[in-house]
């Protein structure tokens, strides 16, 4: 089955400084990779998401890049803010019949310091 | 906008009980999932429903029972409830990948503590 590993774990950065997390994925298959954001106490919401026949994808401040041959995705925020703190999820499924199944990375905690 | 509701939000159990974790949703959405969220471990899948009156196995399934009798409704199962099991729940919910592709929607999260 797919294996979606996210790094860093953690990430502290200043107001105003971009931060990158970083996801790889094992199951070539998988072509539909969302990113989802989860403030403290709620459910993950999806901030953005990418299919493989793009390879690059904007939305104001957030960015997401994936590279199929290499098996990656990258998240992308610029001129970070405050509200920007919470944990972040990757994910990657196969667009195929029988049910969304995402497989998650593991998280990343990023905290946008004043 | 109701979206994804989960009742009960906080519950505390002990071994060998039982209870049920009720989800519903107000999109008219086919799928529904439910995953559980554990620290340093990300969502897992547990089971997962493409329609009324289907249900199908996720990743962790063991130990859960589901059902779908509305298709508004996703109710997940403890027969018997373990430590391991100790976990926040979240319920989800998208629509057929041939209408809109692959958003899926959460809901807030139920913690669950097995003692």
């Known amino acids: 089955g797919e294996n979606v590993e996210q790094h860093p774990s953690t990430l502290s950065v200043q107001e105003g400084d971009s931060a990158v997390i970083k996801c790889t994925y094992s199951?070539?298959?998988?072509?539909?990779f969302p990113w989802y954001k989860q403030e403290l106490g709620k459910g993950p919401q999806l901030i953005i998401d990418?299919?493989?026949?793009?390879g690059e994808k904007k939305d104001q401040r957030i960015a997401v890049t994936l590279n199929k041959t290499a098996k990656h995705f990258s998240l992308h925020i610029t001129e970070t803010q405050p509200e920007d703190s919470a944990v972040y999820f990757c994910?990657?499924?196969?667009?195929?019949?029988?049910?969304?199944?995402?497989?998650f990375g593991t998280g990343t905690q990023l905290k946008v310091e004043l | 906008n109701a979206g994804v509701t989960q009742t009960p939000k906080f519950r505390v159990l002990k071994t060998g009980q039982s209870m049920t974790l009720l989800c519903a949703q107000d999109?008219?959405?086919?799928?529904m999932y439910w995953y559980r969220q554990d620290p340093g471990m990300g969502l897992r899948l547990i089971h997962y429903s493409v329609g009324e009156g289907t249900t199908a196995k996720g990743e962790v399934p063991d130990g859960y029972n589901v059902s779908r009798l509305k298709k508004q409704n996703f109710l997940l199962g403890l027969e018997s409830a373990a430590p391991s099991q100790t976990s926040v729940y979240f319920c989800a919910s998208s629509w057929t990948r041939q209408l809109s592709g692959n958003t899926i929607y959460f809901g807030e999260g139920s913690w669950l503590t097995v003692v």
């Open positions: 994910a990657a499924s196969p667009i195929t019949g029988g049910g969304n199944k995402l497989t």
């Open positions: 990418i299919r493989s026949n793009v």
């Open positions: 999109m008219n959405h086919e799928y």
């Open positions: 199951d070539s298959a998988s072509n539909y």
